[in-house]
């Protein structure tokens, strides 16, 4: 069967001479098998195994019939054996055209930032040299920008690249969300964006991860004052406690060029930028996940040269939040 790969039904296995014992070999008479079926397992050429179907009952003698079956079986093993090896290879080269996709995107952002950071320490360096500290001052100024940007980079690598549960505690949303629009302000002000606040003081301590929702937000709002136009841009971000339905909700809004409709649906894929060269399109989706995790939702609503609107709604109670004896105040 092995050479001419080919299905076998033996009626006596005493006295076939297939199964006689060979030099150093057991023969199948050895065990008392009267009637065999054998059929080869094959994907195209390669003979992956066999099925073996004995009896040692005398009164029990396979039939053709049952040789066809056990041979169709074997075909269809060795069929089902060849889809999972190409679902497998489809799965591997799906895996690394993503690797090789991320590596891309990751790869041109960092050497954007980069590049930011050689430029601000070359000007360092000559304001140094020269003792020019208005030079040294402006060059700091682009270093630290860069830094920023790797740190926020590195955040949200570190965010998408793995499921994680939300280390919940109670505390103030205000607090946390003040804390984040604090840090996007430098970047409102390179490009004369006001930002604006809006938080409901009636907020209770609520079960939140508190670095998730800290980065939720500012990615949200430096994104928002990414998309406001210099000089004229306008940036809200509110809070508000909606006790009847048990959620909290936090938007984040923009007086920028909106977004067309056809982009809208693929603005939470990872990657997926439209800030050309100037993002890495994971912000929002890193926003998403958190979100998520937290059981919570994220919409958004835009419309071209209407500017666009983030709503993000988590839940204000948990049984999972851990206790605690203090909770973040209210801002300062």
Known sequence: MLDHKSAVLCTNAADDKRFRQDAGQDSITDF????VICAPILVRDELLGVIHVDSSVSAHVYTQEQLRLITAI???????????RLVQSRMQTARLAAMGETVAYLSHSIKNILQGLRNGSELVEKGLQQHQLDTVS???????????????LTMNMLAFSKPREPRLEYAQINTVVADAVSLAQRRADEKSVILMTDYDESFPAIPIDVDGIHQVVLNLVINAVDAAPAEKGLVNVE????????????????????????????????FHSTKGQGGTGLGLAVARKIV???????????????????????????????ASEQTFGPPR
Do not use: C, Y
């Not at 074997?74 to 999972?84: K, P």
């Open 74 to 84: 074997g075909h269809m093993t060795g069929l089902a054996i060849q889809n999972a």
């Open 239 to 270: 809070t508000r406690f909606d006790g009847e339905n048990g959620r909290a909700l936090i938007n984040v809004s923009d007086n920028g060029p909106g977004i067309d409709p056809a982009i809208a649906a693929k603005l939470f894929e990872p």
């Open 138 to 152: 402006k060059g700091w100024g682009i270093t630290e920008r860069n830094l920023d940007k790797i740190m926020h």
């Open 32 to 35: 008392g098998l009267v009637s």
């Open 292 to 322: 998520e995790e937290h059981q919570g939702r994220i919409s958004v609503e835009s419309k071209p040269s209407e500017g666009t609107l983030i709503r993000v709604s988590v839940p204000i109670t948990s049984t999972r939040a851990q």
